[in-house]
């Protein structure tokens, strides 16, 4: 299957999970700084939630560019991804009104985590596929880059778990320039 159609499925989901995660931020009470205040946690979730969605796109369509054709397994791992994805505008309110909970964050950090766990599936799945794609085989030679974003988030659970709640969410924010850095490092090698 060629993969235009399935890239602006992916993006359609996406705009769509950002749309209603900004829907979801409740508006100030009232005109002043001090209501603004009380609805900060709900703008500093809704900006990793955003980030979350524009790491997962970003890395995709990194990934779409060199991909030449996919597989069922792909699509549905995607499909899963997709599905974990948007569940996020739900998860971002429950960990803004929850923001003390450990099981708030866990649900949140779970859903980051399982769609890491995913990219490596949907790589290796692509790379199963497209064997011939030279480009695509030394991108995805290694997943260093999703297995660190795995090891921080397992960090910020046990943390979270032990001391301090909000570090799953904390360790989610961290993980995404990680991803990024350590994917530059990897690509530049």
Same mark, same amino acid.
């Given at each position: 299957?060629?993969?235009?159609?399935?890239?602006?499925?992916?993006?359609?989901?996406?705009?769509?999970?950002?749309?209603?995660?900004?829907?979801?931020?409740?508006?100030? &009470?009232?005109?002043?700084?001090?209501?603004?205040?009380?609805?900060?946690?709900?703008?500093?979730?809704?900006?990793?939630?955003?980030?979350?969605?524009?790491?997962?796109?970003?890395?995709?369509?990194?990934?779409? &560019?060199?991909?030449?054709?996919?597989?069922?397994?792909?699509?549905?791992?995607?499909?899963?991804?997709?599905?974990?994805? &948007?569940?996020?505008?739900?998860?971002?309110?429950?960990?803004?009104?929850?923001?003390?909970?450990?099981? /708030?964050?866990?649900?949140?950090?779970?859903?980051?985590? /399982?769609?890491?766990?995913? &990219?490596?599936?949907?790589?290796?799945?692509?790379?199963?596929?497209?064997?011939?794609?030279?480009?695509?085989?030394? /991108?995805?030679?290694?997943?260093?880059?999703?297995?660190?974003?795995?090891?921080?988030?397992?960090?910020?659970?046990?943390?979270?778990?032990?001391?301090?709640?909000?570090?799953?969410?904390?360790?989610?924010?961290?993980?995404?320039?990680?991803?990024?850095?350590?994917?530059?490092?990897?690509?530049?090698?």
């Amino acid at each position: 299957m060629k993969t235009e159609r399935f890239e602006a499925l992916i993006d359609a989901i996406l705009a769509i999970i950002i749309t209603v995660i900004v829907l979801e931020i409740p508006m100030a &009470s009232n005109g002043t700084w001090t209501a603004l205040w009380q609805i900060h946690l709900d703008f500093e979730i809704y900006a990793l939630s955003f980030l979350v969605v524009f790491n997962f796109w970003n890395y995709n369509n990194n990934l779409f &560019s060199i991909i030449n054709r996919i597989n069922n397994k792909a699509i549905w791992l995607m499909g899963l991804a997709l599905f974990l994805m &948007s569940l996020l505008p739900y998860l971002t309110i429950f960990v803004a009104e929850n923001f003390s909970s450990f099981t /708030a964050h866990a649900c949140y950090g779970l859903d980051f985590l /399982a769609t890491a766990i995913l &990219s490596v599936l949907i790589g290796e799945a692509i790379k199963e596929h497209d064997k011939m794609n030279i480009a695509l085989q030394i /991108a995805l030679e290694s997943h260093k880059p999703l297995y660190c974003t795995i090891i921080i988030m397992i960090i910020g659970f046990i943390i979270g778990y032990f001391v301090y709640p909000p570090a799953v969410t904390i360790f989610c924010l961290i993980s995404i320039p990680a991803l990024w850095i350590t994917t530059k490092h990897t690509l530049t090698k």
